[in-house]
């Protein structure tokens, strides 16, 4: 891969990215299956009766049950994004992420209406003929809080 192939992988995961936030925030979540592959798996610290989610079917099914009522805003920072060969890279993103609901809902983070937390994403990512795609993704948080009290990690 030559210094201009490897500065156009990293800008393409970088809009991949983007694209995820934007899915997301615009509740458009089916826009995932061109973002993420049909066998991604994501790690995260609110699944606690399974550490994985597996397939994007259920990462769609898991996130849409999760997200229904709220309105979300993601924030992304200082990519760190390392290509390891034509076909697979490595990324780390700084993050933020708020999920505000219009009613007291029950909800799988604990918060009656405000949900924020500040971490990292620690991402897999597969070249297809498509373009790349998020393979793995897996979320750490070094600060929480639900309804304006700051959460223990």
């Known amino acids: ?22 899915a997301i925030d615009e509740d458009r979540l089916h826009d995932w299956c061109d973002i993420f592959s049909s066998d991604a798996v994501i790690l995260a610290p ?14 769609l099914r898991f996130v849409e049950s999760a997200l229904a009522g709220t309105t979300r805003v993601h924030h992304l ?33 604990g918060a ?13 990512y597969c070249k297809t003929p498509a373009g790349w795609r998020i393979t793995e993704m897996a979320l750490s948080r070094v600060y929480l809080e639900c309804d304006g009290v700051r959460l223990p990690l």
């Open 46 to 59: 609110e699944v606690q009766e399974r550490p994985q989610i597996i397939g994007i079917d259920q990462i």
């Open 112 to 124: 009656k209406r405000h949900f924020r937390g500040f971490g990292h994403y620690r991402e897999k």
């Open 1 to 22: 891969m030559t210094e201009i192939e490897r500065l156009m992988a990293i800008e393409d995961i970088r809009q991949l990215k983007a694209r995820y936030c934007r």
């Open 77 to 109: 920072h200082a990519p760190e994004i390392t290509i390891v060969n034509d076909e697979e890279a490595m990324g780390i993103w700084a993050f933020e992420d708020n999920l505000y609901w219009k009613s007291e809902k029950p909800n799988i983070f």
